[in-house]
């Protein structure tokens, strides 16, 4: 059987998956209901017309801008002092003229005259407190959320607008409105994302500025997400983990939080707001500092859907360049300076699925990173800072409302095309950023003029040296595997027990002697395996597929084998024909 036609609209592969939205709740054999869906799929009509008219000719991997752009809301805020006075410029003030302030000011606890400190988390939870308890009862109706804690047991909060009547993820799923959600906050650093949040959230109660976007999305804010790197001033979390590449081990429990919060109200579409560095190492090694105002990315891994990559680029990535370029912004890529000198250049973010947006593009979720410059710079530009994650949020606000209908279309036809693959086509391990040159703009430190310098980059926007296998049925773990299943639920990814002894058809992973599977490709022998009563059986038959095979092969540095969550090999194996299986009662 074959699929109908359905054109290939991006060049840059992925192939995602969404949550289970219903588990088997009785006895069940797998092995009919599987080959029913290997040949069946949801063909897409024609891609949605894009709202803009033009797209100006870019070259090669510069940041592209359109011709429309989200209506400005930020007009009428409350006006604020600057702050940029109470402390010393860590550059000359002739670069810091190139950053001047925006003439929208904005008001926060944190952005209040005279403060020295950014909003703090009791000034954090009391402001979300205040405005969820504003409209209980009322339409748009807010609600928070603070069931998830960081390691010292400060509450995560989320606040949710929606015009359903509850908050809980049936109630929004009711609604029959996509989900938009904003997390910011990753590193305890990103400070301008945070204020950018908690300024929108004052306007989506009734009478607000973005209140009007509720009648066609609902919008879920997680204003910070790491708390604990707050309090103490550092980027990473109480121990020392970046929060940021922790979305497939979920060794935190902040990233475990995260992980639970899209599971359960499957966001169509999740924006990563965090910053950069604006000085170091780009001055020591460059004598330069960073020029963008803002950097974008959306999310590419390898197995990620084309048509979610498609709708990241078009929907969120244009729509927020062209804001940001319209309000005098200067955008780029998200990249960071790469190895330990000038002769490594700068690299854009990783193609692994170890980040909040990649994991999230292998659950269907048209995602993308909006960074923007200045966590290394205090309260200097601030009000700059802030303003760029504004117009940057509003603009996938605004393209994510106008564009719900395609939204849902999108995620019906990838999910079900997502679980047609099973048995059959062929499955990235793991791939390379691609390598190359390219022009980027910096402040040269001592002139404090723009200038243009051609640096080595590696580019995450195209997938090089994939090293590939072909797609399993699904994967068998032990009974042993209790850590990974139970991670594996976190996300979504649906996991069966196995009640009766079973005979299936497998792959086993076989290294070499005094090697590891994340330093060489495995062997791969084949055996008829037993699965015993207790073990579990994640079938590729279903929307999250790639997510689980990105945790389940062993021989990356980012699998559940490679970081632990596996602790032998002989726990895990591929299925590689139909099983017929006999499943615990859910």
């Not at 060049?11 to 797998?30: C, D, K």
């Not at 069966?496 to 994340?518: K, M």
Request: hydrophobic share 40%.
């Amino acid at each position: 059987m074959t699929k109908p036609n359905a054109p290939v609209f991006a060049p840059y592969l992925e192939r995602p998956g969404h949550t289970m939205a219903t588990h088997a709740s009785r006895w069940f054999m797998i092995g009919s209901a599987l080959a029913l869906a290997a040949c069946s799929s949801t063909p897409l009509p024609e891609w949605p017309a894009t709202t803009s008219t033009t797209t100006s000719a870019q070259p090669s991997h510069s940041a592209p801008t359109r011709t429309t752009t989200p209506a400005p809301l930020t007009a009428s805020v409350t006006p604020v002092a600057s702050n940029t006075h109470l402390q010393a410029l860590p550059y000359s003030a002739a670069i810091a003229a190139l950053f001047p302030d925006p003439n929208e000011r904005y008001s926060t606890p944190g952005l209040s005259e005279g403060r020295r400190s950014y909003t703090t988390n009791s000034e954090l939870a009391e402001l979300l407190r205040n405005l969820s308890q504003q409209t209980p009862e009322e339409s748009p109706r807010l609600g928070l959320l603070s069931n998830g804690n960081a390691q010292s047991g400060t509450p995560i909060h989320t606040l949710i607008a929606t015009q359903a009547k509850a908050i809980t993820p049936l109630a929004l799923d009711e609604s029959n409105r996509p989900n938009v959600m904003i997390v910011a906050g990753q590193q305890g650093t990103d400070a301008a994302a945070t204020e950018a949040v908690l300024v929108l959230s004052k306007e989506l109660g009734a009478g607000g500025l973005l209140a009007p976007l509720l009648d066609k999305i609902n919008i879920i804010l997680v204003p910070r997400a790491n708390p604990d790197g707050f309090d103490k001033g550092i980027a990473a979390t109480s121990d020392g983990t970046d929060l940021r590449f922790d979305h497939l081990q979920l060794k935190t429990p902040e990233a475990r939080f995260l992980a639970k919060l899209v599971r359960d109200y499957r966001p169509s579409v999740l924006l990563d707001a965090s910053e950069f560095d604006a000085i170091e190492p780009t001055l020591q090694r460059f004598a330069a500092v960073r020029a963008n105002d803002m950097g974008l990315q959306y999310a590419v891994t390898p197995n990620g859907h084309e048509f979610v990559t498609k709708a990241a680029r078009e929907w969120l990535h244009q729509p927020a360049s062209s804001a940001l370029s319209q309000a005098g912004m200067r955008v780029d890529w998200v990249f960071e300076a790469a190895g330990n000198s000038a002769q490594n250049g700068f690299a854009m973010g990783t193609l692994e699925p170890t980040t909040l947006t990649n994991a999230a593009s292998l659950k269907n979720v048209v995602s993308m990173e909006a960074s923007s410059r200045g966590s290394d710079l205090k309260r200097t530009h601030l009000q700059r800072r802030v303003h760029s994650q504004v117009q940057a949020m509003l603009a996938v606000l605004q393209s994510a409302a106008q564009r719900a209908a395609d939204l849902r279309q999108v995620n019906t036809y990838v999910t079900r095309d997502v679980a047609s693959h099973a048995c059959r086509s062929t499955l990235a391990v793991q791939a390379q950023p691609s390598q190359g040159q390219r022009e980027i703009t910096l402040v040269d430190a001592a002139s404090a003029q723009l200038v243009q310098k051609n640096v080595p980059w590696t580019s995450s926007l195209t997938i090089s040296n994939p090293r590939t296998r072909s797609n399993a049925c699904g994967y068998w773990l032990s009974a042993n595997a209790v850590q990974a299943t139970e991670r594996l639920g976190m996300m979504g990814v649906n996991v069966q027990r196995v009640a009766e002894l079973s005979s299936i058809q497998t792959e086993t992973y076989q290294v070499a002697p005094g090697t590891s599977a994340s330093e060489t490709a495995v062997h791969l022998a084949r055996h008829s395996l037993e699965a015993a009563p207790g073990s579990y059986y994640v079938s590729m038959n279903q929307p999250l597929a790639f997510l689980a095979a990105a945790a389940l092969e062993p021989d990356t540095p980012y699998s559940f084998y490679s970081t632990g969550v596996l602790g032998d090999l002989k726990e895990v194996a591929r299925v590689t024909a139909l099983p017929n299986i006999v499943f615990e009662e859910e």
